[in-house]
């Protein structure tokens, strides 16, 4: 499968406790994005990657949340400290960076409870 | 107002009919357009960019109307398994970054 994967496809935790998400973009992509994603809403953008540069943060990313494309490849989103508002579905996305176009490629998304 | 503005529905309709879903969003400088679909429980996936001359794909047909800034997908001969949500997905900053999503429109489509 050459699609976008993410890891875990689902995290039950409780509130207090640190969680990691990773996800693995479309090989050659050099963009990827997180988004979250609540019960009866759109995505909502959290930041994004152009290779391994952080290049633009929501302010929905508290400093509790950090995102981080090392080697600009993988990515992890880490949540420290979870509170019940994180519970959400966390979509990473990818797409080649072409100017003319942003189309982007989702995973299946990591579903977090916190209770 | 909402960037990007959807009637969240549903929309119910028979098997066979035609369907419409407009969309509406908040900057003018806009480059990018998407409708996604997103079936329950699962991640959104690309239905059709949409172009300024508008597009068809098969059943599926887009139009922009960058005038009204308003953005519409028509669907023809519904199918049971177009049921799904679609969400309009706009790049709002016009420089190939963030995507900005409605919060979609639902579509049952029943026998």
């Known amino acids: 499968d050459t699609g976008v994967s993410q890891d875990p496809r689902h995290k039950i935790t409780k509130r207090g406790q640190n969680v990691t998400f990773r996800c693995d973009p479309i090989?050659?992509?050099?963009?990827l994005y997180w988004y979250r994603q609540t019960l009866g809403q759109g995505p909502e953008f959290l930041t994004y990657?152009?290779?391994?540069?952080?290049?633009?943060k929501s302010r929905l990313l508290s400093d509790r949340f950090s995102a981080e494309r090392p080697k600009g490849s993988f990515s992890t989103l880490e949540i420290q400290r979870t509170e019940q508002g994180d519970s959400a579905m966390y979509l990473c996305?990818?797409?080649?960076?072409?100017?003319?176009?942003?189309?982007?490629?989702f995973g299946p998304g990591t579903r977090l409870t916190v209770l | 107002r909402k960037e990007v503005e959807q009637d969240p529905g549903p929309f119910n309709v028979p098997e066979g009919a035609t369907v419409a879903f407009n969309c509406t969003y908040s900057?003018?400088?806009?480059?990018?357009f998407f409708w996604y679909r997103q079936d329950c429980r699962k991640e959104p996936k690309l239905l059709m960019s949409?172009?300024?001359s508008g597009n068809e794909d098969g059943r599926f047909t887009a139009q922009l109307n960058r005038a009204s800034q308003y953005i519409s997908l028509l669907i023809r001969d519904s199918k049971l398994s177009d049921s799904a949500t679609y969400l309009c997905?706009?790049?709002?900053?016009?420089?190939?970054?963030?995507?900005?999503f409605g919060t979609g429109t639902r579509l049952q489509v029943t026998l």
């Open positions: 996305a990818s797409s080649p960076g072409l100017a003319e176009s942003n189309e982007q490629f």
């Open positions: 090989s050659e992509h050099n963009r």
């Open positions: 990657f152009q290779n391994e540069a952080q290049l633009e």
């Open positions: 900057n003018s400088a806009s480059q990018s």
């Open positions: 949409v172009y300024s």
């Open positions: 997905v706009v790049d709002l900053t016009g420089t190939a970054s963030k995507l900005t």
